[in-house]
């Protein structure tokens, strides 16, 4: 056995109470499996530390990480918000019928054309990254003769130690207004100004991935005494503080985070601690996860094919997907364990192979080093917490199909995103 804690039945993998070999056969591979009792309980770990520390909140999932009509159903259900980067998540979400009040609109280069799908379809707030968007934006409320919520985002200037990648926090990044340099400030000058656009708060987010929770602390200490300056200066207080998301997960046995909600009670600490200080009202959190709700819920399950034994160095064991359902491998070098789902609680075997996918890159490579039990062709490999980032960063690289995905709970399976065909692959194309 690995570090996650699974269920087996008849030496099968169970996920959410369904035999995860049957889902395989029943759906075909590769497919994506979430358990949603999962997330509905992260859900409910997130809103329990706001609870218990009473304050107010709104847990907002950043659904960049898996967004899709079943996904905001069910945060829909959850009583949750929602945060949307593109007019697609923002579609989306409309077309689950989830509550446009409830989503904040976050990019740092939002289009005239989204912008004006956003504010004509109520959505909750708008997140302000830069100057050229809140001219963009003022015009539009100006054209519709309407008003909006809105938040600006500031870089806090924290490094988060995180792959270079999932970094956003630190001085030198795309996103937000810079504090140190005055930015900010302008920022709140312009939009105190414009009548049209109601200041909610101020938002920042250090990174993806984190592991540490004292660059959390510091950048809500930091959005604190942002707050307790502007209050001197312009008599304004925010009444929301946003914190981000970034809370990291268990990947691999290398990974020991500690659980999301610590982050969050860690923050909320913080940020009371310091408002008391400071002589501020406490402001409502807002907290934004993605890989945290979603991520540990998600399976991957492919099936064996091909083996290549080279002598005295390797052996490659090549599955049925690959980059394209799953490139964080191959982009992030990220990490991940798998079982063989058929079974689930053979001995592995003491040599190490590497998992493959059949894409025609070299870095194409799903697991680096694994012990598995006796691999034979037709196996059905299932790869842990793959549920955040993984088939919302799928692509079609040598055209091969996007995979299925499919939600369980309480034993029964349900086909939330069906498998592309081939025909979808052309749907697009024109003759020549
Ligand atoms: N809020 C904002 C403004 C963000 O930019 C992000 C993630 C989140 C919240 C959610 O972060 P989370 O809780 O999921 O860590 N593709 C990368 C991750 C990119 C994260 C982008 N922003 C990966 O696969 O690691």
Not at 125 to 154: A, C, P, W, Y
Not at 394 to 412: D, I, M, R, W
Request: glycine residues 8%.
């Amino acid at each position: 056995k690995n570090d996650f804690d699974y269920e087996t039945k008849n030496n099968h993998l169970m996920i959410g109470g369904v035999d995860s070999v049957e889902l395989a056969h029943k759906y075909g591979t590769p497919l994506v499996v979430y358990d949603v009792s999962k997330i509905r309980e992260q859900i409910s770990h997130f809103k329990s530390v706001f609870e218990d520390n009473h304050v107010d909140y709104e847990v907002s999932y950043a659904s960049k990480a898996f967004a899709s009509v079943a996904t905001y159903q069910i945060m829909k259900q959850e009583n949750c918000h929602i945060d949307v980067v593109s007019g697609g998540e923002i579609y989306t979400a409309l077309k689950a019928g989830f509550p446009m009040d409830k989503v904040s609109f976050h990019g740092n280069n939002k289009s005239a054309e989204e912008l004006k799908m956003a504010v004509e379809n109520h959505v909750g707030v708008i997140m302000l990254d830069n100057f050229h968007e809140i001219e963009l934006l003022s015009k539009i409320l100006n054209d519709l003769d309407t008003q909006t919520n809105v938040m600006l985002r500031i870089t806090p200037g924290i490094s988060a130690h995180t792959h270079e990648y999932d970094q956003t926090g630190q001085v030198d990044s795309k996103f937000g207004f810079d504090v140190e340099s005055k930015q900010a400030e302008k920022a709140l000058e312009i939009v105190l100004n414009n009548p049209r656009m109601n200041m909610l708060g101020i938002h920042a987010h250090i990174g993806s991935q984190i592991f540490e929770v004292n660059g959390f602390v510091m950048a809500a200490e930091k959005l604190v005494d942002l707050s307790a300056d502007w209050h001197q200066k312009f008599g304004y207080q925010p009444e929301v503080l946003n914190v981000g998301g970034g809370f990291g997960i268990k990947y691999s046995e290398e990974d020991d985070p500690i659980a999301p909600e610590k982050f969050v009670d860690a923050i909320v600490k913080a940020i009371k601690q310091r408002s008391n200080q400071k002589g501020l009202n406490l402001p409502a959190i807002w907290i934004e996860p993605g890989r945290s709700i979603i991520g540990p819920a998600g399976y991957n399950l492919y099936t064996i094919g091909s083996r290549k034994d080279v002598p005295e160095i390797k052996s490659y064991i090549t599955v049925d997907g690959g980059m394209g359902d799953n490139i964080r491998p191959a982009l992030y070098q990220a990490k991940y364990e798998a079982v063989l789902a058929n079974k689930a609680n053979d001995e592995p075997e003491s040599n190490a192979v590497r998992i493959a996918g059949k894409y025609c890159e070299s870095g194409d490579i799903l697991i680096q080093n694994i012990n598995l039990p006796h691999i034979e062709p037709g196996d059905v490999l299932a790869m842990f917490a793959t549920g955040a980032y993984g088939y919302a960063m799928a692509s079609n690289y040598n055209l091969n199909l996007k995979p299925a995905v499919v939600f369980v709970e309480n034993g029964q399976d349900k086909l939330v995103i069906k498998r592309q065909s081939y025909e979808d692959l052309v749907r697009l194309d024109l003759e020549y």
